[in-house]
């Protein structure tokens, strides 16, 4: 019947939509999770080494040995070059290792030239994780927007299921049920009828018309 087929069709489209928008859903999020370790993973491993060269160069002062301090220094200096990610990271790490080691010996001026280049490359690796941050935020919107809209489109599909179901089977269920209601209570001349209504439902409506009106007739003669 071809009834059937179009509420087994609709059912299909519902599934189908509602595994679409669910395993979207899931997508979206595991994708998210790597976006921001990778935020993490770039910048983090740099700011953590600018952090430890400040504080080796604020401990430093004169009359201590400063040998454990450069090391120190020079360790997290080795790891952020070797964790170039960004660009603008190079230049200011160049000009670090060409003042460092004279501020470490007291030259005023090479350590606050020094303590600014470190600022310089701790901004550079902060702004890059802000910017990550927020195109990290802009995949999420955009997910979110997507599941809206998946969200609108199996609201809108369910609610024509639901009139395609109410006007191709519930209704003309409805009807054989008061058809027959009535003929039970001797409404003799009570018939199934419907406008627009799709051809299966038609035929029986016209079969249950004719047993109807056989049955009817039967008991005309026999009377």
Request: with cysteine.
């Amino acid at each position: 019947m071809k009834t059937s087929s179009s509420v087994r069709a609709g059912l299909f489209i519902l599934i189908i939509s509602n595994l679409l928008m669910s395993f979207c859903s899931i997508w979206i999020l595991m994708r998210m999770s790597p976006a921001i370790e990778h935020i993490i993973a770039r910048n983090e491993r740099s700011l953590y080494a600018c952090q430890v060269m400040l504080s080796s160069l604020a401990e430093y002062h004169p009359g201590i040995n400063y040998e454990k301090l450069i090391i120190k220094f020079e360790k997290a200096l080795s790891d952020a070059n070797e964790n170039i990610t960004e660009v603008g990271e190079s230049e200011e790490l160049e000009k670090i290792k060409a003042n460092y080691k004279p501020a470490f010996k007291g030259d005023f001026l090479k350590k606050e030239l020094t303590v600014a280049h470190i600022a310089n490359l701790s901004e550079i690796n902060r702004q890059a994780m802000i910017e990550a941050d927020l195109k990290a935020k802009q995949y999420g919107y955009a997910g979110a927007w997507a599941i809206v809209f998946m969200s609108g489109f199996v609201y809108f599909t369910g609610l024509l299921f639901k009139r395609n179901i109410n006007k191709n089977l519930l209704a003309p269920i409805d009807e054989i049920h008061k058809v027959i209601t009535a003929n039970l209570r001797n409404e003799k001349m009570r018939r199934c009828s419907g406008t627009d209504i799709p051809k299966d439902i038609e035929r029986i409506f016209t079969d249950i018309n004719k047993y109807l009106d056989k049955n009817q007739s039967d008991k005309t003669f026999f009377h």
